[in-house]
């Protein structure tokens, strides 16, 4: 049975899987795999025995498969990039409009680390990113699906820097390989007992992704390609909304950057 549960959830319901580049299939194949792991873990068993659970697992599942792919159609898409910012030190952002007037912004730069362990930061230690990145107060994972999906529960930070104000996201984050490239993808979700929060307006992500990549000759760099798409609600004059997000990738990038030196130097000392 599970055979026709993967062509469901990988096909048949979003026509473009038939011209998808071999990035994107490689995820779709992803998706199978995880279903079948799920299966044989005894999560999902077959569709005449399936529990509420065994749904809920295959819908952030594809949920977050169709986010990464979805995204990844956006940063392959040639049209319609404009230069927005240029850092002295490489980093470049790029800005479209979407369908229904909505900007995203397309970040790139280099960092010094291998994608596996930006990986190990930005998906297997996602809870701990708050104590590197200023801007979140805290990030919890709500669920696991298998080995690739989780679903977070983010609370932005109330700072003096923040233009756009505190902020709560409730996503789901895929990830996906593609020979040596890694790709993590997200998108807002619902989550029954964590619904809005008093006090807190809740943004939402997506379709978004990050795309990482070892750097030709250079095992230990990665090139980081991150779009960024994001609806932050509220009544915020779209002009501000628009300045505030290329800030924040900056800004996130140059904290990732921090993070990652003195994760160098704390295993340096270990050495000695």
Request: glycine share 6%; hydrophobic share 35%; net charge positive.
């Given at each position: 049975m599970l055979p026709a549960v993967v062509k469901l959830c990988c096909g048949i319901s979003y026509p473009h899987v038939r011209s998808m580049t071999g990035l994107r299939r490689a995820?779709?194949?992803?998706?199978?795999?995880?279903?079948?792991?799920?299966?044989?873990?005894?999560?999902?068993?077959?569709?005449?025995?399936?529990?509420?659970?065994?749904?809920e697992d295959v819908f952030y599942l594809r949920q977050g498969e169709e986010a990464l792919n979805e995204a990844l159609e956006i940063v392959e898409s040639t049209d319609g990039w404009k230069l927005d910012l240029a850092e002295k030190?490489?980093?470049?952002?790029?800005?479209?409009?979407?369908k229904g007037n909505r900007k995203v912004f397309r970040l790139e730069a280099e960092l010094d680390a291998s994608p596996e362990e930006l990986y190990e930061i930005l998906f297997l230690r996602v809870e701990e990113m708050h104590r590197w990145n200023p801007s979140i107060t805290s990030i919890r994972v709500l669920k696991q699906v298998g080995r690739n999906t989780v679903v977070t529960h983010e609370v932005s930070a109330e700072t003096a820097g923040n233009l756009i104000g505190q902020?709560?996201?409730?996503?789901?984050?895929?990830?996906?390989?593609s020979g040596s490239r890694v790709y993590?993808?997200?998108?807002?979700?619902?989550?029954?007992?964590?619904?809005?929060?008093?006090?807190?307006v809740r943004a939402?992500?997506?379709?978004?992704c990050i795309i990482l990549h070892a750097l030709p000759?250079?095992?230990?760099?990665?090139?980081?390609?991150?779009?960024?798409?994001?609806?932050?609600?509220?009544?915020?004059p779209k002009s501000l909304v628009n300045k505030a997000l290329p800030r924040a990738q900056l800004d996130f990038t140059k904290h990732l950057r921090h993070h990652l030196t003195a994760q160098t130097q704390t295993q340096e000392k270990s050495r000695t």
């Amino acid at each position: 049975m599970l055979p026709a549960v993967v062509k469901l959830c990988c096909g048949i319901s979003y026509p473009h899987v038939r011209s998808m580049t071999g990035l994107r299939r490689a995820a779709v194949a992803a998706l199978g795999q995880e279903l079948s792991h799920l299966q044989s873990e005894g999560h999902i068993t077959c569709p005449t025995q399936s529990a509420a659970v065994g749904h809920e697992d295959v819908f952030y599942l594809r949920q977050g498969e169709e986010a990464l792919n979805e995204a990844l159609e956006i940063v392959e898409s040639t049209d319609g990039w404009k230069l927005d910012l240029a850092e002295k030190n490489g980093d470049v952002i790029y800005s479209k409009v979407l369908k229904g007037n909505r900007k995203v912004f397309r970040l790139e730069a280099e960092l010094d680390a291998s994608p596996e362990e930006l990986y190990e930061i930005l998906f297997l230690r996602v809870e701990e990113m708050h104590r590197w990145n200023p801007s979140i107060t805290s990030i919890r994972v709500l669920k696991q699906v298998g080995r690739n999906t989780v679903v977070t529960h983010e609370v932005s930070a109330e700072t003096a820097g923040n233009l756009i104000g505190q902020r709560d996201f409730l996503s789901v984050r895929h990830s996906s390989r593609s020979g040596s490239r890694v790709y993590l993808g997200g998108a807002a979700t619902r989550f029954e007992s964590v619904p809005p929060q008093p006090g807190f307006v809740r943004a939402e992500d997506g379709p978004t992704c990050i795309i990482l990549h070892a750097l030709p000759h250079h095992s230990g760099k990665s090139r980081f390609i991150w779009l960024l798409n994001m609806d932050v609600k509220g009544w915020l004059p779209k002009s501000l909304v628009n300045k505030a997000l290329p800030r924040a990738q900056l800004d996130f990038t140059k904290h990732l950057r921090h993070h990652l030196t003195a994760q160098t130097q704390t295993q340096e000392k270990s050495r000695t």
